[in-house]
């Protein structure tokens, strides 16, 4: 079964460092999501990108959070200077279509532990 | 209001035991409607999609109620292994997620 791989498994970063998250999002799927999950809360919309560019993103989504899909099969989330409170689960997911009742494939998630 | 409301639980039944959960969504202009099930520091992983027309996939049941707003997830005959937060999931602009029920099947 196809699957959405992230990478790494755990980070560990120090306050304000800068810090990317890595997807690769199942091969023939358009869109592309980011989601987070903080210990024991529910799971936080962040983005969602299509066609290169991003089509919607939350209040989470400040100017700290960027995302790209460089080369056609990665896409990235990068924090450029992290705090204590961006320390969660973070989520790449992927689906084939947009509107439709096409769930999403989530990866297994990037722990991220800001210190 | 919350877009997805959720029972948070925690439900604890007895194997064999059938249990329903609710979900409730604010937005009635939403679109498409799921469950997701998601194990202790897993990722959340597509259960079932919910159809209007109400459907099942073995021991699950969904059913959807646009006029109230709801839909609902029924596990007949619990496994030890249904153990699980079960997410209700409703399409909008974007996929929005309700804070999940905590479910424990006991032997």
């Known amino acids: 079964e196809p699957e959405v791989t992230q990478t790494p498994s755990h980070q560990v970063t120090q306050m304000g460092q800068e810090v990317i998250l890595r997807c690769v999002p199942i091969?023939?799927?358009?869109?592309f999501y980011w989601y987070r999950q903080i210990l024991g809360q529910k799971v936080e919309f962040l983005v969602s990108f299509y066609n290169n560019e991003i089509s919607e993103k939350s209040e989470i989504f400040d100017d700290q959070f960027s995302v790209e899909r460089p080369d056609g099969s990665n896409f990235t989330l990068k924090i450029r200077s992290t705090k204590l409170e961006d320390s969660a689960m973070y989520f790449c997911?992927?689906?084939?279509?947009?509107?439709?009742?096409?769930?999403?494939?989530f990866g297994s998630g990037t722990r991220l532990t800001v210190v | 209001r919350k877009e997805v409301e959720q029972d948070p639980g925690p439900f604890n039944v007895p194997e064999g035991a059938t249990v329903a959960f609710n979900c409730t969504y604010s937005n009635s202009a939403s679109q498409s409607f799921f469950w997701y099930r998601q194990d202790c520091r897993k990722e959340p992983k597509l259960l079932m999609s919910v159809y209007s027309s109400g459907n099942e996939d073995g021991r699950f049941t969904a059913q959807l109620n646009r006029a109230s707003q709801y839909i609902s997830l029924l596990i007949r005959d619990s496994k030890l292994s249904d153990s699980a937060t079960y997410l209700c999931?409703?399409?909008?602009?974007?996929?929005?997620f309700g804070t999940g029920t905590s479910l424990t099947v006991i032997p």
């Open positions: 997911a992927s689906r084939f279509g947009g509107r439709s009742n096409y769930g999403y494939t």
């Open positions: 091969s023939n799927h358009l869109y």
């Open positions: 999931v409703v399409n909008g602009n974007q996929f929005y």
